[in-house]
């Protein structure tokens, strides 16, 4: 009976002290902004943010990727008649160093749907568009594969090619993500390798 009498004792006291009136403050928020976020309404008109002290423009931080991008492709297209942008797209490596099996047979997909067709499914610019001069294409396609001009080019230059267009051949932007365009490109530059190395 002591027991009962003793826990329902304690029971009534824990109760009792919290439920009490005091209040407790966290004390001063070190970044306010990032603990305690503004509500943001999608389709509500933001241009007098600044005014009201708010420092937001619906973009990225600066030098930020979001999660699940490649490497950004900066270089702008070249205005008709320049090449400059096309020559500083050298510099630029392929963010794909490697590719698994299934992601070379993915790779090699996307390459039939979107680039055999004109450049051929040996990569010898003998596709159906062109069948040896005999197709409804008469100017031939590159030669990707036996081509030095093509096998030395380098990866940022394709994607240059491939993500605005280079010549006759249109931009592939709207058709490939960025990381599939890096996907063929890596596909087309292992299949060069191949090629030279049985040579």
């Known amino acids: 009976m002591n027991k009962f009498l003793a826990i329902t ?25 990032m603990a305690y976020s503004r509500a943001y309404e999608t389709y509500a008109d933001h241009s007098n943010l600044a005014a009201k002290g708010i420092n937001y423009t619906a973009k990225p931080v600066e030098g930020t990727i979001a999660r699940g ?7 702008p297209m070249d205005k008709a008649g320049d090449t400059t942008n096309y020559v500083a797209s050298k510099a630029v490596p392929n963010p794909i160093d490697s590719m698994s099996v299934k992601e070379t047979a993915e790779a090699e997909r996307l390459y039939l749907i979107n680039c055999g067709i004109c450049h051929g499914t ?6 159906p568009l062109y069948k040896d001069g005999n197709g409804p294409y008469p100017a031939k396609p590159a030669t990707l594969v036996g081509d030095v001009k093509y ?18 051949m249109g931009s592939y932007a709207s058709q490939l993500s960025r990381h599939q365009r890096w996907m063929i490109i890596k596909y087309i530059k292992d299949k060069q390798a191949a090629a030279i190395a049985s040579k």
């Open 9 to 33: 004792f304690l029971a009534v006291v824990v109760t009792l002290t919290s439920c009490s009136d005091v209040k407790r403050t966290p004390g001063s928020v070190y970044m306010p902004d």
């Open 151 to 168: 096998e030395s080019m380098p990866a940022g230059q394709m994607f240059y090619s491939v993500a605005y267009g280079k010549n006759l």
């Open 122 to 127: 040996k990569l010898n610019g003998n596709g």
């Open 69 to 75: 991008h490649d490497m950004p492709f900066t270089i």
